[in-house]
Each structure stands twice: as C-alpha cells, then as structure tokens.
C-alpha cells in the first residue's frame, strides 16, 4: 500500500514522518508542494491529522492502541501546547511530566502516536530550547529517549537548521474538531473606520483557514452602532479586502438579525436571565468593580418587560434604561459580571435600518447569535478578548444555540504604532494626519500609500502564524519582507537634491548633449532600457561633492572614469564648483568614490519632491494610563527638493522606483502641474526617519 503526504517548502510534518518511519507495509512518500499551506493526505489536513491518520493504517494496531487515550493526547497537543506562551508551556510540561513518573509512554507500553504528536508538538514550540527543565525530569527522560532513536534523529535532521526557520513560516495550530468541506470562517469588521493592520491579521487568517479546509469565508459588518458607523467605512472595508486578494462567500451584517436578536432578548427576559436597569454608567462601573449586585436586579420579569417595552419605543422613560444579561454579579472574570447587551439610541438613524429600531444590541450579545446563526464553526479572534470567551459561551447555552468554538490568537502590537481606531479619528479629526489613507498611518491604505505590497503584508502575517504570544514588533520586519519583494521588479532612476547641488565642469565631456541607453536594473532585462544624457558638465550631491579630494579618480554611475583636477568652495566650506576631465579608460573597481550625477541640462530635468515620514508619536509602547495626546510627535513629514532624470516624466501614480543611492520610492501624484511627489518606502534597515530627513531643508508645517 502507498500513499502520497504533500506538505509545504521549508516545512516539515513532524508528527508525520515519524508515524511513517514506524509504519510496516505501508509506503509513505512525503512531496513538497507550494499550492498547500500544510500537510495533507488525501481529504485529511494538518500534520496532527495526517498523523493519526496513517497511525490508524498500522497492520499490528500498535501505533493507534486505544485510539480514545491517543485521540485525548493528540488534542491536549494541538489545543494546549500549540500556541501557549512560555509561562503556559512550563505549567503543560510539568502535567506531562507527572503523567511520565512511572511511564515509559504515554499510552500502553509502547511507541503510539500519541507520542509522536506529543514531541512535534514540544519540539516546534519555540520556548522549549530554552526552557529551565529542572522541574519537568520525567518529561526530559521520554524527550531524551526519543531523540536517541534513528527514527526520531532521521526526522530531526530534516528540520532546517537556521535559527529563525520554524519562526519564518509561522505556526498554525490544525483546527479542533474541523472536518474537510465544513468549516466556516468570518472576519465582522465593524464600519467606524477603514481597515489597519491588526485587522488585516484577522481577515487574513480567517481567509487562511477556510481555505485550508475548503470551507467558508464570511465578511460580517458588526453594524450595531449607529454613531459610528458610515457608507465610506462600507465601501473601504470592501476595497482593502479586494486589495488584499480576500474574496469572501457572504458578505452579511448583524442589522439582518436585529428581530431575531430582539426575540432572545425578550425570551432572556421572561425567564428572568435579564434586567433593564437605570443606573448610571459610573454607578454600573462600580457595581462590577466591587462585585456588587445592582438594585434592580431582581426586578420581576413582567416589570422588566414594561421597561423593555419603552426602550424599544425610544420615550424619555425608555432612554434611561439598558439591558444587563442577569449572569453573575461577583464572577472572578469581569466580562460574566451582568453585562449590558442593549441600549437605546435614537441619532442618527441607521444606515441600513434608518428608523425602525430604538433598540441596538451591543457587540457580546450579537456576536454569539449570528456566529450560531450563519453556521460560523471557528470564530478566530484576537486574544486581547479571551476573557469574553466564557461570556460567549453563556450566551449561546443561555439562548439554546449551536455551539461555536473560539480560537483566539496574539494581537498585533507595533513599537510608535497606534491600532485602537477611536486614536485613529482623533488624528483625522484633529488634522493631524489628511485621512484614514494618509502614509503615516497603519491602516491598508495608508501602508500601501507607503509603498508596501500585498504580497510583503501576505508573507509577513503569514509568517506570524496563529501564534498566541503577545509581542511588541517592529514594524521594520514588514519593510524588510516588502525590500526584499521589490528591489529586483524596480527600476532605478536618479535625482540630485537641489540644495547645495555642484557643478562638475568635464575636460573632453560632449559639448553637445548625447544620449545613450542604458538598462534600468542591471540584474532584470525585463525591465528594459532608459535614455541617459551624457553632457561636459553634471550635477553633483553636495555630500559627495565634500569628500572628493584634488587629484582623486571616481567613477561616474553608468558612464565611467573622471579625475578631479580643482576644488571650489565659498566662505561657508560649501564646494561650489569641481573641474575635472573624462578618464574613461579607467578602472572602476579601483575607484573608491562612485557618483551619482546628472547631465546641467535643466529643461532635460523633471522637479521632484522627495517625503519622507516619521512616526506619529514619540514613545515606542504607551501604558494603560498614559495620554497618547501627550506624545504627539511636533514634525513627522520631511521634503527634499530634487533635480530628476528625464525618465521620471513617464512615471505614473502608484509605480514603485528606486533613486540610486537613496532608496525605494513610490509615486504619489505625476509631474504634470506641479513636481513629480515621491513618498520613501522603508526598508526595514532604519526606523523613523531615513536619511533624507537628515538631510531636509525646510521642514513643513505639520498637515
């Protein structure tokens, strides 16, 4: 019997190989294929699964011996193990350490799969190198042993051995209880700004997922929030998503299930498992604060309903109250304490529904119904709510609804980055920033102003994985995935800033100009050929123009060889001018100084403002109680005015360059009536400014 597991590049299916390496009669062939995202074997997916799956094929039944203590293991594994952070994996270790204390193997008296699963899942963990293990000897023991078999070290050689490898490709954890063609994802955004880059983690590993298991993608607007909400948050929501590549099944919104919502709301209230109450929110706050019960908790369930009925309607008498679920007042977990699930709001009218409610259910309350409702199997989500996990599921047993597991994963947290959107608005309201696509922020579109592209956002939340670690990141990562993917597509242009810009006069340079071409990257012909003017005097940076010495030989960038004969400078040390003469029988590997430089043709020249940004605030991590007003960083745009190649005329709005010896850039708006705008794209080798805010002349007001 033979059977084909196809797996990823750069990955290696653990669990796997290892049952593969104990299996008897039974031929396994493992094949890299780049179309899947992890391992598969016919309609089975996940390492983990895969595992089991060819364990089950073990002629003696060896390898799946009491498949309910192995299937137990297997999902202690893949639920527990995979994803915790440290202080989680030294508590899980020590469990599996006592399990060992008189055990050779996890299950019977032999090698199963439950072991095979359990070290993949260890060894992966990126916290077990360098864990103390003083406190886990009997769990040493096993891993140790296991390591010394020929089985187990054959595999781990298999395993790349760079140090961020296994980082690099991310760690997804195989759904629990997900079965090939049933799973049901959604990312339910809602429409109170457009979409940033924690968001693009969530719908990115949403899309992920239900394409893993030939499921469903649904795209929920959370539109339970009148205030907030707008057509152009709508709109851009749908935009970034078609930019991210993200095409989802469905597209719903919560406001199609607000009669329904309202039905479990009255029947919480008839069986006495809500209550509207008037208390005021800091009373509220209190209340929860000290683990005390509101007064009007107890209120029967036909005087509640009374109350209900003026909320609904939207009198002055209904105005006053809310609806608290009726849980538990003094629960240790803040979320179970009575929490609101409506309140009534009259302006403005909603988008989609204008007038008809009085009424909106808040996020909690909503959340687990339409998941139950839509057929939503994992909802995915961000583990800054993990605490709400336990509320969700009252909610759905209160309402007698089909169960919907939560998977959580890390939040992403940017050193200088704000993600809350509420902070956002204030920066477009305030001025600060032009809008919600403006390049300093770290929305979709903002980024992509920037100059990132999908496919560096891709690799880099892919390359996160589903972990469950909360870390603070630079955001230079990202920019150094996104150099990576560009710099061999970009053509490459030159510009000359216009402040202090030297005159090179040229002995035996064309008194007449002369064109030639030349490729526009050296290593991609693809990209074709440019139009260079070669003429007696060129244009210099003043900064290259300062270390040139009398007598030096320097190369001129696609041209050749010159020998700098006289060096003029004003009072200031400023050089004004340099003469020299062509050389162009020289060496350029021998030449020490190379130039970039342009033909003194200025009708030949296009006007080029460069911008480059800094962060928007001054402070890489801001606590709980800190202003984030109060780190508003004074001038975060940067200009240089710049002399640019001819070349630069036929750019248009969008395409990404690179200016020799500056850097990455993409265009911001064409030279038609104005300069040709060029907005720097990072590299990930600095953070906050580059080098052209080192050398800006006029910083500009803040806009």
């Known amino acids: 019997m033979s059977v084909t597991v196809k797996h990823p590049p750069h990955t290696v299916p653990i669990a796997s190989r290892l049952v593969a ?46 498949p309910s203590q192995v299937d137990s293991w297997v999902d202690y594994a893949a639920s527990k193990i995979v994803g915790s952070d440290v202080a989680k994996l030294m508590t899980l270790t020590e469990d599996l350490s006592n399990h060992l204390q008189m055990r050779s193997f996890f299950v019977g008296y032999t090698l199963t799969a439950a072991d095979f699963v359990l070290f993949a899942a260890i060894l992966s963990h990126n916290a077990w190198e360098g864990m103390k293990k003083a406190k886990v000897p009997h769990l040493v023991r096993w891993f140790t042993f296991c390591s010394s078999l020929k089985s187990f ?122 209550f509207c109450d008037s208390s005021t929110g800091d009373e509220i706050a209190k209340q929860r604060e000290k683990r005390e019960p509101s007064p009007f908790r107890n209120t029967s369930p036909e005087e509640n309903m009374a109350r209900w009925t003026e909320m609904k309607s939207g009198t002055p008498e209904g105005k006053k109250w809310v609806l608290r679920a009726k849980i538990d007042y003094a629960s240790l977990n803040g979320t179970m304490r009575d929490p609101a699930i409506y309140r009534v709001v009259l302006d403005p009218p909603h988008l989609r529904t204008g007038t008809k409610y009085k009424v909106y259910p808040l996020y909690d309350f909503v959340c687990p119904i339409v998941d139950s409702i839509e057929g939503v199997t994992h909802a995915q989500r961000s583990n800054e709510y993990h605490d709400r996990n336990e509320q969700f599921y009252w909610m759905l047993k209160a309402m007698n609804l089909r169960p919907v597991l939560i998977c959580d994963f890390a939040r992403l947290n940017f050193a200088y980055q704000l993600l809350s959107k509420r902070k956002l608005q204030w ?22 102003r920037r100059g990132v592209t999908k496919e560096a956002l891709w690799e880099f939340i892919l390359a996160e994985g589903a972990s469950k670690n909360v870390v603070l990141m630079d955001m230079a990562k990202l920019w150094a995935i996104n150099k990576r993917i560009i710099d061999p597509i970009v053509p490459r242009y030159t510009a000359i800033a216009k402040d202090g810009a030297v005159k090179f006069e040229l002995s035996g340079g064309p008194a007449e100009v002369d064109t030639v071409s030349r490729p526009r990257h050296k290593k991609n012909a693809d990209l074709g050929n440019k139009a260079m003017l070669l003429f007696k005097t060129v244009l210099l940076e003043q900064e290259d123009a300062q270390r040139l010495k009398v007598g030096e030989e320097v190369t001129l960038m696609d041209w050749g060889n010159a020998i700098v004969d006289e060096i003029s400078k004003d009072e200031a040390g400023n050089v004004t001018t340099v003469k020299g003469r062509l050389h162009l029988a020289g060496d350029f ?21 460069l911008l480059d940004y800094d962060y928007l605030i001054t402070k890489d991590k801001l606590e709980k109680d800190e202003k984030f007003e109060n780190f508003i960083r004074e001038t975060t745009i940067f200009e240089t005015m710049c002399h640019g190649d001819l070349n630069l005329r036929n750019l248009h709005r969008g395409d990404r360059i690179q200016l020799e010896r500056r850097g990455y850039f993409i265009v911001e708006q064409v030279a038609f009536k104005g300069p040709l705008v060029l907005i720097q794209i990072p590299d990930g080798k600095v953070s906050g400014p580059s080098i052209l805010a080192k050398k800006v002349q006029n910083p500009p007001k803040r806009v």
Request: with cysteine.
């Open 153 to 274: 070290s054959d595999v781990i050689a298999l395993i790349p051995k760079t140090a961020d490898s296994r980082k690099q490709h991310g760690v997804y954890h195989d759904l629990p209880g997900a079965e090939m063609g049933k799973v049901v994802t959604r990312f339910p955004p809602e429409p109170s700004g457009f979409l940033h880059i924690g968001h693009c983690k969530a719908a990115m590993l949403n899309a992920h997922y239900a394409k893993l298991y030939n499921g469903k993608l649904i795209l929920r607007f959370d539109d339970t929030n009148p205030t907030k909400e707008k057509d152009e948050y709508v709109e851009n929501i749908k935009r970034d998503l078609e930019t991210l590549g993200i095409v989802p099944d469905r597209i719903t919104h919560s406001s199609d299930y607000f009669d329904l919502c309202i039905q479990h709301a009255e029947d919480l209230i008839n069986r006495g498992l809500a």
């Open 589 to 609: 590997k021998k030449t020490e100084a190379k130039l970039t430089w342009l033909a003194d043709i200025p009708d030949q020249m296009v006007d080029v403002k």
């Open 427 to 448: 920066f477009v309201d305030n001025g600060v920033v032009s809008g919600w696509d403006d390049a300093r922020f770290p929305t979709i579109q903002g980024l992509m």
């Open 21 to 66: 390496a104990h299996l008897r009669h039974v031929n396994v062939a493992f094949q890299v294929d780049e179309k899947v995202t992890t391992a598969q074997m016919n309609d089975v997916s996940g390492d983990f699964h895969v595992a089991i799956a060819l364990a089950k094929q073990d002629a003696s039944g060896a390898l799946y011996g009491n």
